[in-house]
Nanobody
Framework: QVQLVESGGGLVQAGGSLRLSCAASGSIFSIATMGWYRQAPGKQRELVAAVTSGSNTDYADSVKGRFTISRDNAKNTVYLQMNSLEPEDTAVYSC???????????????WGQGTQVTVSS
């Protein structure tokens, strides 16, 4: 059993900052890529940022220079620091982790429940 729990969403004015966290718990052998996705009303879900086990990062063009993804492997946690937020960043943000189970070494993708980020103009 693996569970991802997110925190840190909320309402912020344009230009403000928020920090999202996503912690994994349960039967975990290792975690490969960790990522954040978002889905705005009426739009498809999109990748915001991802970080590999080797700490290589990738960002959507729309957030480059404003968002920073990081991970704490000891805590099985991924963070998303969001600065200079814009109304266009309003969406439900969800984390995803590619987790390898102990014993079986079975690898699967797990998702968090999602957290709302609302940026007012």
């Amino acid at each position: 059993q693996v569970q991802l729990v997110e925190s840190g969403g909320g309402l912020v004015q344009a230009g403000g900052s928020l920090r999202l966290s996503c912690a994994a718990s349960g039967s975990i052998f290792s975690i490969a890529t960790m990522g954040w996705y978002r889905q705005a009303p009426g739009k498809q879900r999109e990748l915001v940022a991802a970080v590999t086990s080797g700490s290589n990062t990738d960002y959507a063009d729309s957030v480059k220079g404003r968002f920073t993804i990081s991970r704490d492997n000891a805590k099985n946690t991924v963070y998303l620091q969001m600065n200079s937020l814009e109304p266009e960043d309003t969406a439900v943000y969800s984390c995803k982790m590619r987790i390898t189970m102990p014993w079986t070494r079975w690898q699967s993708d797990y998702w968090g429940q999602g957290t709302q980020v609302t940026v007012s103009s």
